[in-house]
């Protein structure tokens, strides 16, 4: 598979990343501030940083292994994995004549990582959270974080020296969405679930009654106020979900693929009227 990428052509991204990346550092977390959501919920009390994987098995698929991984358990039944939003904005630009850009390829690396040395990357990850940490504390603010940006893996099982990340930072609010309808994690008190809906698969949806997490509705249109008999409110004004009212339905405006998608993922405001 050959990358277009800064007026060079390289055989495979296995080449590229040799080339361009070998031996160099890697940042999991990145600053809220540079996200266009995510910046909305920085305040003078808050502050929130993100982990941007690559989603579903496109690392896999992008290394050309012979297994493909996912880090999206739920990708295919609720056919999320073409509109995802990794994709939106910056990081799906490329310039012209490129077939890649420097946001995907760092996404590429991070899943790599968590793939090929998991421990390590716990340990990274460890030190990112406690040095952001470090920085809320000295300044005074909240702490908080999602893990998963563009993934969706269960970090309540992800286990560094014996504890999650959520028990070794009882101090910081973690919070994701997540299409895993049978997460549990009401033991964990800082941690904090959105459940993505989907009616591209009839048995996914047919759970939107049974989930107890708020629930995240990605629409094409103007939000509605009522879905499925509960209020919508406006997903796209905070990403801080935590601060939701509860039994409510997030609304999302579709961005970037999803404003084509016609699986089901993607609701059509015009069919509800």
Known sequence: MKVEYKDKTYKSYPNLLDKLYKDKPITLLTDGESNAKLVKGITEKMSVVIMHLLPHDQADQLM?????????????????????????????INKKGETTNAIQL????????????????????????????????????????????????????????????????PEVQFYDYTKIHTRKIDHIPNYHLTWSYSEANEKYASKFDKVPHNKAVVFNGVLPSMFK???????DKTDMRFLDEPNSVVGLKAKGKARQDTSGFVINVIQLA
């Not at 940490?133 to 099982?157: A, M």
């Not at 008999?229 to 997903?235: A, Q």
């Open 64 to 92: 050309e292994r012979p297994v493909k991984r996912t880090v999206c358990a739920y990708a295919k039944s609720a056919n999320c994995w073409k509109p995802c939003l990794n994709t939106a904005g910056r990081g799906g």
């Open 106 to 169: 760092a996404r590429l690396r991070r899943t790599n990582f968590y793939w090929d040395d998991r421990q390590r990357f716990l340990a990274q990850l460890y030190k990112e959270i406690q040095k952001f940490v470090n920085k809320c504390e000295k300044n005074n603010i909240k702490p908080c974080i999602r893990l998963n940006g563009t993934s969706d893996i269960q970090w309540e099982y992800e286990l560094h020296e014996g504890k999650n990340m959520f028990d070794h930072f």
């Open 229 to 235: 008999g509960l209020k919508v409110i406006d997903g």
